[in-house]
């Protein structure tokens, strides 16, 4: 039995299609069903659905053998015991700095002001603004970023921005990218030696849908 690990919304939404080209179709919705492991058409593939921050972790404990996660949640995870073959090119975005409208960011880097920055990816916001030598105080929140300015608890933000309609809605303005993101597959190590044919089976299944021109 393989199992690949999941998480609903967009990475379920657009891993699904990539596993239709071959024929594999998963058989609950997880919209309607609260079943957490899936069936899939094929006897010896399931799917459990995990929170995106947590596909790393599954993958590198051997709850899953094979998940998909973001570059984002990779990098906050550090990718322990994990195998990175793949880039999906699913679920793009951003890792981007924000600040109310309005706020002189640009300003207050010269003047080398010390910013509070709320994230859910402090290793990502850590590393980017030491590099640029500005001093942070950084606020760990597990959800709704954009609140932090609003509410005065945070100078700035460093979230996943896709469209930008989030920012704007909230009167954020996105100053500075970090980095683009996409979602990465990720092998448990030791499952690759101890499963090798129906895993290798299945990143080909995930190259031929991303990168058929790769493939002959
Ligand atoms: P948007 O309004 O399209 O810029 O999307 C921004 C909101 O969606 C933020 O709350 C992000 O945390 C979230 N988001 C955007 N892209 C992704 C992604 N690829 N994976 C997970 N969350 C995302």
């Known amino acids: ?7 609903k919304g967009r990475i379920f939404d657009e891993t699904l299609p990539l596993l239709a080209e071959a024929g594999i179709q998963v058989l609950e919705d997880p919209e309607k069903s609260r079943k957490l492991i899936l069936p899939t058409n094929q006897p010896e593939l399931r799917v459990v659905l ?9 993958v590198q404990f051997g709850g899953a053998d094979i998940g998909v996660a973001g570059k984002d949640v990779l990098i906050e995870h550090g990718g322990q015991g994990l195998y990175q073959p793949l880039d999906l090119q699913i679920a793009k975005c ?17 003047q080398g002001a010390r910013l ?4 859910k ?34 100078d700035a933000i460093v979230d996943l921005v896709s469209t930008g309609n989030t920012l704007r809605a909230n009167n954020l303005v ?17 499952a690759l030696r101890l499963k090798q044919l ?10 031929r849908a991303c990168h058929p021109e790769a493939l002959v």
């Open 94 to 110: 951003h890792v981007s700095v924000a600040v109310p409208a309005g706020f002189d960011y640009a300003h207050a880097v010269r």
């Open 121 to 154: 990816y402090p290793a990502i916001a850590r590393e980017f603004f030491a590099r640029k030598g500005v001093h942070v105080d950084l606020v760990k929140l597990y959800g709704s970023m954009e609140l932090a300015p609003l509410t005065g608890m945070a």
């Open 50 to 58: 995990v929170r995106a921050s947590d596909v790393p972790t599954y």
């Open 116 to 119: 509070r920055v709320a994230t």
């Open 1 to 7: 039995m393989i199992t690949l690990a999941l998480s």
């Open 174 to 190: 996105e100053v500075e990218q970090i980095m683009p993101i996409s979602s990465q597959l990720v092998v448990n190590q030791a």
């Open 198 to 207: 129906p895993l290798r089976h299945l990143m080909d299944v995930f190259a």
